[in-house]
T-cell receptor, first 114, second 113 residues
Framework: DTGVSQNPRHKITKRGQNVTFRCDPI?????LYWYRQTLGQGPEFLTY????????KSRLLSDRFSAERPKGSFSTLEIQRTEQGDSAMYLC????????????FGNGTRLTVT | AQKITQTQPGMFVQEKEAVTLDCTYD???????LFWYKQPSSGEMIFLIY??????QNATEGRYSLNFQKARKSANLVISASQLGDSAMYFC??????????FGSGTRLQVQP
């Protein structure tokens, strides 16, 4: 068990560019989650997958955001036409199904949009 | 509507004393789980303790205990014998069936020597 891995750790991009982040969950976990966190706030839910199926997506999420988990293993989160307000820490987490199943978080990808 | 409410943006506690961090929640689902996470300044999210909605007893994990009052919809975290290393952000979170984990806004705890 090597934990949840996220790449890159940091990403600086110019407004209007597209960015893609990758998350590799703990191998035996079939649920994978994406959250966004800004300074001093709690993580904000974006979307989650069970295996390859995207089961829930935040209604607040712009259609510039899209996530995939094509083979039920790693996942990618893409942000198109980035805006300065997208600057945040993007956290990935994984868990087994059912309760109790605490989420195991990665170290995050910090996005800065200039 | 807010599902998880943490009303204490910041708390101070003296080393070796106990501290209670407040959390209230809102759900109509009879089956749910409540979690507390710690986030030190280094940024990682560390799972501390879990309480299920059907659990009869309050959860405990070492120096952490969860004061679960179901009728009041509260799930306060109690840290006994505070240590300097307990200084961090603490987040309460809830997971309803087939839903993702929803976090509160957090409480920053500072332990003073």
């Amino acid at each position: 068990d090597t934990g949840v891995s996220q790449n890159p750790r940091h990403k600086i991009t110019k407004r209007g560019q597209n960015v893609t982040f990758r998350c590799d969950p703990i191998s035996e976990h079939n649920r994978l989650y994406w959250y966004r966190q800004t300074l001093g706030q709690g993580p904000e839910f974006l979307t989650y997958f069970q295996n390859e199926a995207q089961l829930e997506k935040s209604r607040l999420l712009s259609d510039r955001f899209s996530a995939e988990r094509p083979k039920g293993s790693f996942s990618t989160l893409e942000i198109q036409r980035t805006e300065q307000g997208d600057s945040a820490m993007y956290l990935c987490a994984s868990s087994p199904t059912g309760l109790p199943s605490p989420l195991h978080f990665g170290n995050g990808t910090r996005l800065t949009v200039t | 509507a807010q599902k998880i409410t943490q009303t204490q943006p910041g708390m101070f506690v003296q080393e070796k004393e106990a501290v209670t961090l407040d959390c209230t929640y809102d759900t109509s689902d009879p089956s749910y789980g409540l979690f507390w996470y710690k986030q030190p300044s280094s940024g990682e999210m560390i799972f501390l303790i879990y309480q299920g909605s059907y659990d009869q007893q309050n959860a405990t994990e070492g120096r952490y205990s969860l004061n679960f009052q179901k009728a009041r919809k509260s799930a306060n975290l109690v840290i006994s014998a505070s240590q300097l290393g307990d200084s961090a952000m603490y987040f309460c979170a809830m997971r309803e069936r087939r839903r993702a984990l929803t976090f509160g806004s957090g409480t920053r705890l500072q332990v003073q020597p």
